[in-house]
């Protein structure tokens, strides 16, 4: 379980260590994207979603 907690750590770091700006190319992404990846992280959290050594791909 405390190794399962010490990468979930790591993910959101890597998450929240992206620099969000107003002028922001989203590089052909939704302008929402950060707040779906917002949602993919509590659902993380909660234990919804396994955790995974990638970013989540966002499926239209």
Do not use: A, F
């Not at 993910?11 to 590089?27: A, E, K, T, V």
């Not at 707040?35 to 955790?51: M, Y």
Request: net charge positive.
């Amino acid at each position: 379980m405390r190794v399962n907690l010490l990468r979930i750590r790591e993910q959101l770091r890597s998450c929240i260590n992206l620099h969000i700006d107003n002028d922001l190319d989203y590089g052909g992404l939704p302008s929402d994207h950060y707040l779906w990846l917002t949602g993919q992280g509590t659902r993380l959290l909660r234990g919804q979603v396994p955790p995974q050594s990638t970013l989540p791909k966002r499926t239209p």
